[in-house]
């Protein structure tokens, strides 16, 4: 047990589920490995050592947690059992496949679930496996919706029957005849369309196409020209079939689409907030009191990173009181942000082809901009001085902003070409995020974004994941499909001969174009050139490609894509509540708690003083019979002491005057419980600090 748990042993686990993985993008190339050669050898021996491996694992954890009797069996873990499953399968296929006859054609086929060996990732990635576990959890909740969505495929499906039954079919020949008859006279095929409504099940796939949104309007244009039963159809012949396909989009694509969205972000937003641990939903941990007096405790820190600007200017110099007047000014963040827009549009107005009249105005225009970044980064660096400027991340950004400007200055002016001068003129766009921190909104959709990138990382690589394993299988089922690509699906770049072109393919898939991939590998046919005719053994269907195509869009394109909108507005949600977007403006509420806080502040730090000073009050009782100088360090202290209780008293005011601000808040509010405890403490924290300074005084 120590063993399985053991970080070390984790990692080396870990370690090996990645090199399998990879080991399978390689492998499913259809020419790669050469039969017979070295490399097969190579090959085989590392996965026979991959599947040694996880045996041994598989074996070490049955021992350690008990297969089925203990509290932690191994079997009682769904993931366990995955694992299990995986080797047992790989075990039966490494032994039984030197058979011959049916036996071991069919126990080879097995090896195709070597693509399920990168699911043993999610169970070693705490982060991964409790994105699962939320997913799976509110899958539930949401088969409400799915089983809707089933009814209304049945229901859509019927009726498609009903009205196009047999009418999709049309005759192959360039200039068809008008029917079924004269066109197989004239040495025609009569054939079907690829997607059509002739039984339950090709309405079903006609259907799931339009509920996905994607090439739909080619299926209403085939019913808008749709005639009779064996005959050819005619160019908008029947207009009015595009109702129903309208029909279709509306109840499918926009309404249950949209239904089934909104519950899965709904539920996993809940269920992940329950679970407490997924990075970027983490949820509400803080009750509308506490946010108030947190956004308030922010103001204080932002405003405390300004304190800059309340330094006596009558002891500076020349040039720093310069740049602290122009800092000060109150146009000063307009004026930046106006010729920060001007660069922007100036960064737009570049193209291709310009006179060189217009190159010449653009370049002066760049040495224009990048000194006048330069010229703002100096004052600011002057007016706050450096640790100020630096604790602003902010700051940090205008400043890398402008080293790359000046970096590009120097490239231009030194007659520099080549990919490295292109770097720092490529960085010009990170001028831009200059104008993210102007606007309250702006920030809040930059903090969202933030906050959601742990999120968004898991997301991705669990799609990431998703793609690797159905490339894998696409290159084992579909790798027999090389070309010439004539459809608009699988082509010379997105094909399933290698993993990376299955995974170029897929990635279209995920962005919504995926049907026409789809065609391409569910209908085959082999075409005449000249004719048009389809071969000897006509058209015939991969229904295979129906399980391997709907089960990706719905798990990547349906479920993963759509969790990013879950997370991108929980954080959006949950960042604009606590920067107070949504809140009713009250800056006396705000400047009531903020004044608490800093009366707070005053207590804790100049209390802390006082410690110090009565440490060195007990240093000296002991040093009595030392040679310290008792008196000079006497009057020290008192100094000290005298300072600290005056100050203290500056910051807070006299006793009188506290005492009638409390009673002030007391009548505003109504009710001595709807003050703070924090405010009370804050408000008798000062004097009870002077107090403490004038008991320790010493005579």
Request: overall charge neutral; charged content about 15%; aromatic content about 12%.
């Amino acid at each position: 047990l120590r063993l399985i748990d053991h970080k070390s042993f984790q990692f080396v686990v870990l370690m090996l589920i990645c090199a399998s993985s990879f080991l399978l993008a390689p492998q499913a190339d259809v020419d790669w490995p050469v039969p017979g050669s070295s490399t097969e050898w190579w090959v085989d021996a590392a996965d026979i050592c991959f599947t040694a491996a996880f045996t041994v694992e598989m074996l070490l954890r049955m021992i350690a947690l008990t297969v089925q009797t203990g509290p932690q069996a191994y079997l009682k873990d769904s993931w366990n059992c995955l694992d299990g499953f995986i080797v047992v399968m790989s075990l039966l296929t490494y032994g039984l496949s030197n058979f011959g006859g049916g036996i071991g054609r069919v126990l080879k086929a097995f090896r195709v679930l070597r693509v399920l060996r990168p699911l043993r990732m999610i169970k070693t990635v705490p982060s991964l496996k409790l994105v699962i576990d939320a997913t799976l959890v509110s899958l539930p909740s949401i088969m409400t919706v799915c089983a809707l969505g089933f009814i209304i495929m049945i229901i859509l499906g019927v009726l498609g029957i009903t009205l196009f039954k047999g009418l999709f079919w049309s005759c192959s020949l360039e200039e068809p005849p008008a029917t079924k008859t004269e066109c197989e006279a004239a040495g025609g095929e009569w054939q079907n369309a690829p997607f059509n409504f002739d039984n339950i099940g090709h309405a079903s796939v006609a259907v799931f196409i339009i509920s996905t949104g994607d090439n739909w309007q080619d299926l209403m244009w085939s019913g808008m020209d749709v005639s009779a039963m064996d005959k050819q159809p005619v160019k908008k012949n029947s207009p009015l079939s595009a109702i129903y396909f309208v029909f279709v989009v509306v109840v499918a694509f926009f309404f249950w689409a949209n239904l089934f969205v909104s519950a899965l972000v709904d539920n996993f937003s809940r269920v992940a907030s329950e679970l407490q641990g997924i990075p970027g939903l983490e949820g509400y941990r803080y009750s509308e009191s506490q946010r108030k007096w947190l956004q308030a405790l922010s103001v204080g820190l932002e405003e405390a990173k300004e304190a800059w600007r309340d330094v006596n200017m009558e002891n500076l110099d020349l040039v720093r009181w310069t740049c602290l007047k122009l800092r000060k000014w109150k146009n000063w963040d307009n004026f930046v942000i106006f010729f920060i827009t001007c660069n922007a549009v100036q960064l737009c107005l570049i193209r291709y082809g310009a006179p060189p009249e217009e190159v010449r105005v653009m370049d002066i225009l760049g040495i224009v901009f990048t000194v006048m970044y330069v010229v703002e980064t100096a004052i600011n660096i002057i007016a706050m001085e450096w640790s100020a400027y630096w604790d602003s991340s902010w700051h940090r950004v205008d400043f890398v902003v402008t080293v790359l400007g000046v970096l590009e200055l120097a490239a231009d002016l030194i007659g520099g070409e080549g990919g490295f001068v292109t770097v720092f003129r490529t960085a010009r766009f990170f001028r831009l995020f200059k104008m993210l921190k102007s606007s309250r909104g702006v920030r809040s959709l930059l903090n969202t974004f933030l906050s959601a990138l742990p999120g968004v990382v898991n997301i991705m690589m669990l799609m990431a994941l998703l793609m690797h394993i159905y490339a894998c299988l696409g290159c084992t089922l579909y790798g027999s499909l090389t070309g010439p690509y004539l459809g608009n699906g699988l082509t010379a770049y997105t094909n399933f001969k290698d993993w990376p072109s299955a995974m170029m393919l897929l990635f279209v898939v995920l962005s919504g174009n995926w049907v026409g991939a789809f065609q391409d590998v569910y209908w085959t046919c082999e075409v005449d050139p000249v004719t048009g005719a389809h071969g000897a053994e006509g058209c015939s269907y991969r229904w295979s490609a129906i399980f391997y195509f709907f089960s990706f869009v719905i798990l990547g394109l349906c479920l993963l894509s759509n969790l990013f909108v879950a997370i991108l507005l929980e954080r959006f949600d949950y960042a604009s509540t606590m920067e107070g977007v949504y809140d009713e403006q009250n800056p006396f509420d705000m400047m009531r708690r903020l004044t608490i806080i800093r009366r707070f502040a005053y207590k804790v730090r100049y209390r802390l003083k006082m410690v110090q000073t009565l440490r060195s009050v007990e240093e000296l009782n002991t040093g009595r019979d030392s040679n310290i100088d008792a008196p000079g360090l006497r009057r020290s202290l008192n100094a000290r002491i005298s300072t600290i209780s005056s100050h203290s008293l500056r910051k807070c005011g006299s006793p009188a005057e506290v005492e009638d601000e409390r009673s002030g808040q007391n009548r505003a509010t109504g009710s001595r419980n709807s003050r703070s405890p924090l405010s009370s403490e804050g408000q008798g924290g000062c004097h009870a600090s002077s107090s403490a300074a004038a008991s320790a005084s010493l005579s």
